[in-house]
């Protein structure tokens, strides 16, 4: 068997061959490289595919969570309620603008922000709840919505790993105030490069978003806001369009791949990820299972050419970058036991019933005979 990578973008481009260069070269042909035709054109079909009023292309997820906080009113002083099982691109925006991240835990069944805990981390400074859907598994939002209409406070989905997933027929990205989505190569919609999106049913802060993006420009030489270079590059916007009109079907081949691994691995001492039913659709960026030999497990699929990743072995809070944080071993006892024990398999929409046959047998092998 050839080597399984996690994600294989080689395999995807040839699927997209046919239309991708004449997309890409029509572009360099115009030469409408920064805020050409096609980007709004994206930003049009992708706030369609999300059932939102607003798309706003922006440089990349990181950019779309800092710039959706700006437009929010972040300041020095606010705190933001997030979740410690997440990428740390979710609380660097919190930090840039001199806000302090205030971390919860995640739960057991969905690993994503526990709403229980939610309500305790709110204190008179806080402005923002940002629940992470992260794997593109929905996080609690009708508990979240509660909490933060209860309490007077936005939310913003930090959606970078949701494109498609929904919770009762509502698209991740429609829920909250606001929305961020990463376009990075390997998600599930991603770019030939970095980039992202904000989404918003709000008039106002899609108005403030799109300035704010723009160098804090509202008209032609008239710089209102003290804005970023942060636009969604023309050529991007141009694949984007490409690949959105193949989104639905590659997330349904994920689910069938996911469907199929769920199958073979059943029965193994192995925790399995969730799998959609009738409220909840998964997108399944992610297929992420967890065993306490995870290292060995992850060591054998590698000798077996099975490129099977970790998202993450280390919490954010412990991140040598967090120190200042103040967050210690022992503050988030779920996300720090999940990054021992979980384990990402190959999962994208090229990948054949072939290989996930011969990852699951390779799996089932490691555990029938111990294998250290
Ligand atoms: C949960 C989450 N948030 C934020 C980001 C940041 O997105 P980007 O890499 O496009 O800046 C990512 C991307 O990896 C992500 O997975």
Redesign the pocket.
Known sequence: MKAIQLVDLQRQYKTLKKDIPSAVNKILAKGNFILGEEVADFEKNFAKYCGVKHCIGVA????A?LLSLRALGTAPGDEVITVAN??I??VLPIIYLGAKPVLVDCDSDTYQIDPKLIEKAITRKTKVIIP?H?YGTPASMKAILKIAKKHKLYILE?A??AHGSSLAGKKCGSFGDIAAF???PGKNLGAAG?G?AIVTNNDLLANNVRIIRNVGQAAKYKHDLIGYNSRLDTVHAAYLNVKLKKLERWNAQRRRIAKLYHDLLTGLPLFLPPLSDKMRILNHHLYVIRTERRDELLNFLHQNNIFAGMHYPIPVHLQKSMEGLKYTNGDFPLTEKYANEILSLPMFPELTKKEVMYICRKIKEFFKNGKT
Do not use: E, K
């Not at 990349?60 to 950019?63: A, E, F, I, K």
């Open positions: 990349s997820g990181t950019d969570l997440t990428f691109a979710t992470v992260l930090d970078c790993q990463s376009f990075y970095d992202g």
